[in-house]
């Protein structure tokens, strides 16, 4: 495995948490390299070295992130809902910033909220049931469950990142465990 040089990654990530900040500050249209540049403390050419342009610096750090949350839904499959959904919530906990800006502004980024409710559509989609006879889902549409499902989590999530987390991780994991148990 080839070693990665830490000026690289230190690099990296100031520059998406340069964008992030900025996100969170105005409209991404109007966020340009040379601003990024500015709030990473690094030259545009670092920045053109590793992205693109400033759409691939998103597009990028999008994927990274439902990269991590594919890996915790992974880890945490087997599972109840509840123990589940404390890594989640930690996890958004732990990145606030961006998923505030990416949810919960009018600055963010509507492309990163439709990966998220794909995503989310994915990992719920094993978990609905509508073909047990006497299942709490009976004869419902799976589509349908699986919109009100996620469009319900999405929203939660988003309320919870507006309202600046009025719950800790650990109480959101357990309520929303519990609706979800309800529910699916």
């Known amino acids: ?40 403390n690094v030259s545009r ?8 342009d400033k759409y691939d610096l998103l597009e990028k750090l999008i994927e ?14 087997a599972l109840e809902f509840i123990d589940a959904n404390l890594p ?6 732990q990145n606030y910033l961006f998923f505030s800006t990416m949810l919960a502004s009018k600055k963010g980024a509507p492309y990163f909220r439709n990966k998220f409710h794909e995503f989310l559509i994915e990992e719920f989609k094993d978990e609905v049931d509508v073909t047990s006879s006497g299942g709490k889902n009976y004869e419902l549409q799976e589509d349908i469950i699986l919109q009100f499902i996620v469009t319900s989590y999405v929203g939660l999530v988003e309320w919870w990142l507006t309202n600046e987390m009025p719950y800790p991780a650990e109480e959101m994991a357990k309520q929303v465990g519990i609706l979800l148990d309800r529910n699916i």
Not at 7 to 13: D, G, M, N, V
Not at 45 to 52: A, F, K, P, S, V
């Open 1 to 40: 495995m080839a070693k990665v040089d830490r000026r690289i990654l230190k690099s990296q990530e100031a520059i998406k948490n340069a964008v992030i900040e900025l996100m969170s500050e105005k409209k991404y249209d109007d966020i340009t390299i040379q601003n990024i540049s500015d709030r990473a």
């Open 45 to 52: 050419g670092t920045i053109y070295l590793h992205y693109l």
């Open 64 to 77: 990274e992130h439902i990269h991590k949350m594919e890996e915790i839904c992974e880890s945490t499959s």
């Open 88 to 93: 989640w919530f930690e996890y958004l906990e």
